[in-house]
T-cell receptor
Framework: DTEVTQTPKHLVMGMTNKKSLKCEQH?????MYWYKQKAKKPPELMFV???????INESVPSRFSPECPNSSLLNLHLHALQPEDSALYLC???????????????FGDGTRLSIL | AQSVAQPEDQVNVAEGNPLTVKCTYS??????LFWYVQYPNRGLQFLLK??????LVKGSYGFEAEFNKSQTSFHLKKPSALVSDSALYFC???????????FGTGTRLTVIP
């Protein structure tokens, strides 16, 4: 069983809809990540939160809006998405996000998003 | 610049035979190396990591990996493959002094009964 929980598992939405993806971990990790993964490709980093503050935004379009309400929760708010945004969205966490941290990231099972 | 290469998109091996999934890296500092496995409709699962010390690293589900500094490689191995090992495998590298984790393109392993 994964220790990072993502909801919903599947989401179908129109291009004008607003929806949110949720991620939760109770391992006491202080770094949380959003990745986008296309079929048979490696995950692409989108955002990193460290101690509930946004540390990295990999030039992600503003139609994706992350939020970290507390150390256990990470949200990704979606608005006016495009068909090319259809993908598997993965959340991950790690003990810390520091340049000398060698701890692995722990991934959730993802939300499979389809944009109509 | 940091990069990771997985030269084989697909590896097929017969059940019970040894398996190897290859990974080479190019970094400008000391690497931390990781292997992850992804089963269909699942997230990535951590298998093992190399930080420092013994070049042979043992991980979950009987997997191991050998760090070779001179060849800048970190190949994943298992002495006897199981059908249930069939999945997508990703090698990843992080460099001391940098924040991001760089993933290889992935290798699909198929174990044939």
């Amino acid at each position: 069983d994964t220790e990072v929980t993502q909801t919903p598992k599947h989401l179908v939405m129109g291009m004008t809809n607003k929806k949110s993806l949720k991620c939760e971990q109770h391992m006491g990790h202080r770094a949380m990540y959003w990745y986008k993964q296309k079929a048979k490709k490696p995950p692409e980093l989108m955002f990193v939160y460290s101690y509930e503050k946004l540390s990295i935004n990999e030039s992600v379009p503003s139609r994706f809006s992350p939020e970290c309400p507390n150390s256990s929760l990470l949200n990704l708010h979606l608005h006016a998405l495009q068909p090319e945004d259809s993908a598997l969205y993965l959340c991950a966490s790690s003990v810390r996000f520091q340049e000398y941290s060698n701890q692995p990231q722990h991934f959730g099972d993802g939300t499979r998003l389809s944009i109509l | 610049a940091q990069s990771v290469a997985q030269p084989e998109d697909q590896v097929n091996v017969a059940e019970g035979n040894p398996l190897t999934v290859k990974c080479t890296y190019s970094v400008s500092g000391n690497p931390y190396l990781f292997w992850y496995v992804q089963y269909p409709n699942r997230g990535l699962q951590f298998l093992l990591k190399y930080i420092t010390g013994d070049n042979l690293v043992k991980g979950s589900y009987g997997f191991e990996a050998e760090f070779n500094k001179s060849q800048t490689s970190f190949h994943l191995k298992k002495p006897s493959a199981l059908v249930s090992d069939s999945a997508l495998y990703f090698c990843a590298v992080k460099v001391t002094g940098a924040n991001n984790l760089f993933f290889g393109t992935g290798t699909r392993l198929t174990v044939i009964p």
